[in-house]
């Protein structure tokens, strides 16, 4: 089987089940009801500072679910078949193992990208319009920073998504992955504090810190290079992909 051949049957495999499609309609509506009641909040942020006011970021706060949600999607690319025990039969029709999980990582990647995108501009037009309806300062895609803060939010998502297929790969169990993946996007950022100050460096590439950042278009005095934030989140993301080849290579399934 060809690597188009593996990429066409992983397709087949997502959108054939139920569980695909219920995970994207609660992506989009949770996205957009956060980002609907994130809005209406909004004028008391504004009496408060309207020095830091940044109705874009305030518009794509819907991320910080949006990316649990979308990492549900990626662990469950992996992690399905070897709960049903059907990744033998993926495996004889596909030998080569790391064809096997590239087509996985470019089909969960290709969702991915498209969901976030499209989430993100949703959010940010619903979030504007909300805005506008409360005679509050908003913006507009032409303004400074706000396009690469909304083309960054769903390539943020997209990572999140590839970083949960790493994690789905290694474990082989959705709970233990989404446990994972919570401990790394909510748990460590929580307890940053605690850490050592050789170790807090690390924070600067890490999702919800300094990879969130690039979300943002007034400027992050902690977050200065939100972009270099989020290739340092990047780099992170293809060693732990690395690590997961190497083990779907080696390893009995």
Known sequence: MSFTQSIHAEWIKLRSLRSTWYTLACLFAAGLGITALAM???????????????????????????????????????????????????????????????????????????????????????????????????????????????TGGGLYLAAIALLAVGLGTLMRATAGALATLVGIVFLVPALAGLFPAWVRGLFFYWPTLGASAVLKTVPDPDFPHPWLNLAGMCVGVAAVLAAAFTVFRRRDV
């Open 40 to 150: 209406n909040a909004a004028g008391k942020a504004y009496a408060e500072d309207p020095q830091a006011w940044d109705p874009t970021n305030r518009s794509l706060t819907s991320y910080i679910v949006a990316q649990l949600i979308i990492g549900v999607l990626g662990i469950l690319v992996v992690t399905g078949e070897h709960a049903t025990g059907l990744i033998g039969t993926s495996l004889i029709a596909t030998p080569r193992r790391h064809r096997l999980l590239a087509a996985k990582v470019v089909v969960a990647v290709g969702v991915a990208v498209v969901a976030g995108q499209v989430l993100m501009f949703a959010a940010f037009f619903l979030g504007q319009a909300v805005l506008g309806a409360q005679d509050l300062p908003r913006a507009g895609l032409g303004d400074p920073g706000v396009l690469s803060a909304v």
